[in-house]
């Protein structure tokens, strides 16, 4: 297959389902990894019904094995990959005082660590003028504390995709965060932070142009 493809992992509704639907709008072929079979299913029909060609499979993303098989298995179907887009990060409703050490490394594993696992699966499938891009979070420089290991999630995943961007820049594939400054409306379509508005900010910094690349992109609405 030649078509452009984009990989999302940690898909379902929310902001990943809004950028799955952002590229199969734009005549991308789409594959999805995610947790939810229910959740993949439904969101790959909507996809076919938008006209993309559509894979996806269920994966725990914190498991290196299933998730690197997943994506492998996905990625060997269309034959490449020109986007990775990364979404998954963890909610606990814990201030520091509360949080354990293994409850704080078992997020960061989820919203951090599986960056690492996906683009090392990904990366024999990219070519020159591939992205990577992941969902951010104002929470990496103004963390809630009453949700502390979601900052510490945002703060690490940037400084990873920064690495990441560097390691990948001579090759010229190129890596970029978008921070979201501000609360998600899923209810108000009219809303800059309406899922759907997001997705588009997402879609447009992984098009940017290489000469004025930048490793974050802030998004204030």
């Known amino acids: 297959m030649s078509n452009r493809t984009v990989v999302v992992v940690g898909a379902g509704p929310g902001v990943s389902g809004s950028v799955a639907r952002r590229y199969a709008r734009a005549g991308w072929d789409v594959a999805l990894v995610g947790l939810d079979p229910e959740a993949l299913t439904t969101l790959g029909e909507e996809l076919q019904q938008l006209g993309a060609q559509v894979g996806w499979a269920d994966a725990d ?3 290196p094995g299933a998730l690197a098989a997943a994506i492998t298995r996905l990625a060997e179907h269309t ?3 020109d986007v990775l887009h990364f979404n998954p990060s963890a909610f606990r409703g814990k201030t520091p005082l509360e949080l354990t050490v293994d409850e704080l490394l ?3 594993r989820l ?3 599986a960056l690492l696992t996906s683009l ?3 990366r024999p499938f990219m070519g020159e003028g591939a992205r990577i891009t992941a969902t951010g979070s104002a ?3 103004k963390p809630d504390p009453g949700a502390a290991s979601l900052g510490v999630q945002k703060a690490g995943l940037r400084n ?3 690495s990441i961007d560097k390691s990948l820049r001579e090759d010229g594939i190129r890596a970029a965060t978008i921070t979201v400054n501000g609360v998600l409306k899923p209810k108000d379509p009219a809303s800059p932070f309406h899922p759907e508005n997001v997705a588009a900010a997402i879609f447009d910094a992984a098009h940017q142009p290489a000469d004025g690349w930048r490793d974050e992109v ?3 609405g």
């Open 218 to 220: 802030p998004y204030d």
């Open 106 to 108: 078992t997020d960061v």
């Open 139 to 141: 929470a990496a420089d």
């Open 120 to 122: 090392q699966a990904v």
């Open 61 to 63: 993303v914190t498991d």
């Open 111 to 113: 919203g951090v660590g």
């Open 160 to 162: 990873l995709v920064r």
């Open 79 to 81: 034959g490449r990959v």
